[in-house]
């Protein structure tokens, strides 16, 4: 199949800004119903890259679909823990033969959620180290979910250490010592459009202190719309508002956070970019 590029004359790139969304899920509706239309508005937005994330198997087939479809689409596979209770051995092994696709480049989203509790702790906890295991097995970055579980999530990724593809905490929740943790293991720090949420000072605090080379920009999308745009469904066009307020925190212009982030992205990922 041939990829699509997006790049009739149409979508010029309106920000005067260079990004990546790291994490996605077109797959996901609504999102999936308008993955052209969704991708184009993200050119325009001044996006070069999306990395479209699996929650199970059924899912990141459709993210590596998507990806196939599209040059600047990338995909990561893997359980979330919400489906820690329906994986088997087989479905490992299935998750396990997708990451041979040259444009699945992470591994993940996996780790624990103990705020849902969709699967019982024990299985989160058993589904999250044969992953991480296999993460590394295949030389993937990890892309790792904590919710209410950043204590015992650390303490796995600290006992299966180290990391030489990398990881990065997706969509970050954490206090100052669970990032702090996270950036002794070598992962990045990756912060959604919840950073523009008028009560998340404890947020913006953290985001002005986490390194140059370990920061990353998410829309965690249909998730999660920032600022002016809460309540609606996501997409990767809106990461700009995103990276606008992490610029503003950290003291930087747009342009320069822009491309710091992306550079950051394709260093993670490996991104053909």
Do not use: W
Not at 49 to 75: K, N, P
Not at 108 to 134: K, W
């Amino acid at each position: 199949m041939e990829s699509k590029t997006c790049s009739d004359s149409s979508y010029n790139n309106k920000n005067g800004v260079i990004l990546i969304d790291s994490h996605a899920h077109l797959e996901l509706e609504p999102l999936v119903e308008q993955t052209r239309a969704v991708v184009a508005r993200a050119v325009s937005a001044g996006l070069i890259g999306i990395i479209t994330v699996g929650i199970d198997l059924e899912d990141a087939q459709g993210a590596l679909a998507i990806a196939q479809e599209y040059e600047m689409v990338f995909a990561a596979v893997g359980f979330h823990p919400h489906n820690a209770k329906d994986v088997g051995d087989n479905s490992l092994s299935q998750m396990e033969k997708l990451c041979e696709n040259p444009k699945v480049v992470g591994y993940g989203e996996i780790g624990l959620d103990f705020f849902r509790n969709r699967s019982p702790h024990d299985r989160q906890l058993e589904v999250f180290e044969d992953q991480i295991e296999l993460a590394k097995k295949r030389n993937k970055p990890i892309i790792i979910h904590l919710r209410d579980a950043y204590e015992e999530g650390l303490a796995v990724l600290e006992k299966h250490g180290p990391y030489p593809a990398g990881g990065v905490i997706h969509c970050f929740s954490g206090d100052e010592s669970d990032a702090r943790r996270a950036l002794d293991l070598g992962f990045y720090v990756s912060i959604p459009g919840t950073v523009t949420y008028k009560k998340n000072d404890k947020l913006r605090a953290i985001v002005a202190t986490i390194p140059d080379d370990r920061v990353l920009l998410e829309t965690d999308c249909p998730f999660l719309s920032p600022e002016p745009l809460r309540g609606k469904d996501n997409e990767p066009a809106y990461i700009v508002h995103t990276a606008r307020k992490v610029a503003e925190i950290r003291g930087v212009d747009l342009q320069s956070l822009g491309l710091l982030a992306t550079q950051n992205a394709i260093r993670l990922f490996n991104l053909p970019l």
